[in-house]
């Protein structure tokens, strides 16, 4: 049974940084392309960034030279580091799992960044 866990949301001021986990078990992690989305009150989950399996990593324009998505094979890990946050990034950040051809997806943690 495949489950991925959020943590390290919160509350922040604008400017601020979090750092995102989201641990996976019941996968081989190293062959699991992992993502974050993030979806704000009123508006469409949307894709924040991405790592492959193999460590390749992309991002929103919106977020780039801001977050940063990384990896631990090891903790079977996956983390987003916010930077420079603004107003505009408050919403509930998803990790998702694409594993084998399936997906998975988090519970969700929220991140509010007040101004």
């Known amino acids: 049974q495949v489950q991925l866990v959020e943590s390290g949301g919160g509350l922040v001021q604008a400017g601020g940084s979090l750092r995102l986990s989201c641990t996976a078990s019941g996968v081989i992690f190293s062959i699991v392309d992992m993502s974050w989305y993030r979806q704000a009150p009123g508006k469409q989950r949307e894709l924040v960034a991405a790592?492959?399996?193999?460590?390749?990593?992309t991002y929103a324009d919106s977020v780039k030279g801001r977050f940063t998505v990384s990896r631990d094979n090891a903790k079977n890990t996956a983390y987003l580091q916010l930077n420079s946050l603004k107003p505009d990034d408050t919403a509930v950040y998803y990790c998702?799992?694409?594993?084998?051809?399936?997906?998975?997806w988090g519970q969700g943690t929220q991140v509010t960044v007040s101004s």
């Open positions: 998702n799992a694409r594993y084998f051809l399936q997906t998975y």
């Open positions: 790592i492959t399996r193999v460590g390749s990593a």
